[in-house]
């Protein structure tokens, strides 16, 4: 009979094979579509990647009724239905098998925990950028206008856009708004996190996880109005930032402070 865990995997990489497949409606075929939605989507394969290796390295006991119960939503989902929706039976599969988890998953809970975050995350970003209309974004360059302000003079906010007195208007939309890419940051917070506390022998204080993860929002909100003041202050800089090097360099800068911070959350007194 097919181990728990494994079916679990399976059913998790095959929901989401599904969600992002179906994200790509211009795909000539199906690998094509495959291929292109793993691509846009590289964080978040990445910690389904590693949810499914806490799941497989995990020994588990036969496949029980109520597992295949939980996989309904998932599965059923999946097959019939495409956008968010793949992605909320994801979410509601991995909420019923975390209420009955409790001891008997043991590391593989870690695993449980990650595949949860991760379709969530998915979730609540299509909520954010389809429902929230313009909100979210005026957030945000209230944030950034509110630190270049404090090296640029002459900048207004208006909405969703950064003004500048030279007549160079900066307008926000989903992709630049750091609270788009704090998901993104947390996920791979946790799924750093996770190679070491999923051990009953290891782990770290709650008071210094929370701590690290509330200062990696800090940090990424800023590095990003950081660099949303930069692309308002000049065209050059905007050339330069929203698509040529200085672009990776900012995200090497978040993948580095996420790191740090997964690092710091870990070491002990």
Known sequence: MMSR????ALVMIVAACAATSRAVPDAADAVGA???GVFDHKVLWLCLTIAAWHLLRTPSPPLQLYHLLAAFPAIFLASSS???WPWIGLSFTFSMLLLRAGEAWGPASAGLLLGLMAALHAVSVGVLSNLSGDAVLEIDAWIAGSLAGLFLQG?????TALQYLDGHMLVLVWGCSSLSNLGDVLLLF???VSFFTANAKSGSSKGRLFFCCFLLVCLTVALNAIRLAL????AEYYAYLHAGDGAALFRMATLGVTATMSVAALSHD
């Open 82 to 84: 495409y956008g968010m």
């Open 155 to 159: 900048l207004a906010v208006q909405g």
């Open 5 to 8: 865990n494994i079916f679990v």
């Open 231 to 234: 692309m308002v202050a000049d």
């Open 34 to 36: 495959l291929t292109h």
């Open 190 to 192: 946790w799924a750093g």
